[in-house]
């Protein structure tokens, strides 16, 4: 299996350490020629989102992974790669991929929480650690999106079908089972559905 990874900006190598350490093939995706239908998912790192929607307009490389995950490829997003996802961006008339029914707000957290690190429950997993950086949150999901995990209130992760998004960074932890759920997604990779984080 190939994993391609967004690396245009942000925290893309952190996730590439992450899935070479489970053992999978990953794909650095700079430019359009990089991008190709033999992907078996992508992963939309951190980073600024506004910063990211820009290159990937200059780089020619947003229709086609807009049209390939909205076709069916796997996706993962985290941090700014839930706000690429997200059908509506609060306060904005913009959006860039727009595969994902929820809407996010940017920097949720404001100045003062805007970076910490945490333990929360998600979904199927168990408890598990949660870095934010200048996160957003999920504020609403619709139709068959459905949340994953709540921290002080706030939506932090929601699935749609193939799509997985996390206002935090798991790749900045030690634990890899956020990665593996994504994995597990994607068909290719066997996850013990029972193994917890042993923090």
């Known amino acids: 299996m190939t994993i391609g990874v967004l690396a245009l900006q942000g925290a893309f190598a952190e996730?590439?350490?992450?899935?070479?350490?489970?053992?999978?093939?990953?794909?650095?995706?700079?430019q359009s020629a990089d991008f190709a239908p033999d992907l078996d998912g992508?992963?939309?790192?951190?980073?600024?989102?506004?910063?990211?929607?820009?290159?990937?307009?200059?780089?020619?490389?947003?229709?086609p992974i807009s049209n390939a995950i909205r076709s069916g490829l796997?996706?993962?997003?985290?941090?700014?790669?839930?706000?690429?996802?997200?059908?509506?961006?609060?306060?904005s008339d913009t959006s860039y991929i727009a595969a994902m029914d929820m809407r996010v707000q940017r920097n949720a957290y404001g100045r003062q929480l805007g970076s910490f690190s945490t333990t929360g429950l998600f979904a199927d997993i168990g408890e598990i650690?949660?870095?934010?950086?200048?996160?957003?949150?999920?504020?609403?999901?619709?139709?068959?999106?459905e949340v994953l995990a709540v921290v002080n209130?706030?939506?932090?992760?929601?699935?749609?079908?193939?799509?997985?998004?996390?206002?935090f960074?798991?790749?900045?932890?030690?634990?890899?089972?956020?990665?593996e759920y994504f994995l597990a997604m994607t068909g290719t990779l066997k996850r013990d559905p029972v193994r917890k984080y042993q923090g």
């Open 15 to 30: 996730h590439i350490q992450v899935l070479q350490r489970l053992g999978v093939l990953c794909r650095e995706i700079r």
């Open 74 to 91: 796997p996706a993962f997003g985290t941090c700014a790669g839930m706000i690429l996802l997200a059908k509506e961006i609060s306060g």
């Open 153 to 167: 209130d706030k939506i932090v992760a929601a699935r749609q079908g193939n799509l997985l998004a996390t206002a």
């Open 42 to 63: 992508i992963v939309l790192p951190g980073g600024e989102s506004t910063v990211i929607g820009k290159l990937l307009e200059d780089t020619a490389l947003l229709l």
């Open 169 to 179: 960074h798991p790749e900045l932890t030690d634990s890899t089972l956020v990665h």
């Open 129 to 145: 650690p949660m870095t934010f950086i200048r996160a957003p949150n999920v504020e609403s999901v619709w139709n068959d999106s």
